[in-house]
């Protein structure tokens, strides 16, 4: 089992960067795929980027290829996703997400830990 912790959203212009970071406990963090999602006010969650288990593998939502950066640190337990050129349409609660497969995984109910999620705001 793994608990998730989100930290490092905020408000920021539009052009703008913010990095968002997950914090994972547990000793086998190395062996979960994990996934960033975000879900604004009346919207599904949605996928925005997941990173294999050694983090040789990365996968992006097309709205965000090109600018946002998913990355870990096993010896840390950490997972990032660094944003940038942030547009208004990027608002969103953040989720950290894990599961403990070699699979990349890109819908919601593919992964089995949750963190709470940390507010992304994005002004024009």
């Known amino acids: 089992q793994v608990q998730l912790v989100e930290s490092g959203g905020g408000l920021v212009q539009a052009g703008g960067s913010l990095r968002v970071s997950c914090a994972a406990s547990?000793?086998?963090?190395?062996?979960?795929?994990m996934g960033w999602f975000r879900q604004a006010p009346g919207k599904e969650r949605e996928f925005v980027a997941a990173i294999a288990r050694t983090g040789d593998r990365t996968y992006y939502a097309d709205s965000v290829k090109g600018r946002f950066t998913i990355s870990r640190d096993n010896a840390k337990n950490m997972v990032y996703l660094q944003m940038n050129n942030l547009r208004p349409e990027d608002t969103a609660v953040y989720y950290c997400a894990a599961r403990n497969s070699a699979v990349i995984y890109k819908t919601p109910n593919d992964y089995d830990y949750w963190g709470q999620g940390t507010q992304v705001t994005v002004s024009s």
């Open positions: 547990g000793r086998t963090f190395s062996t979960y795929t």
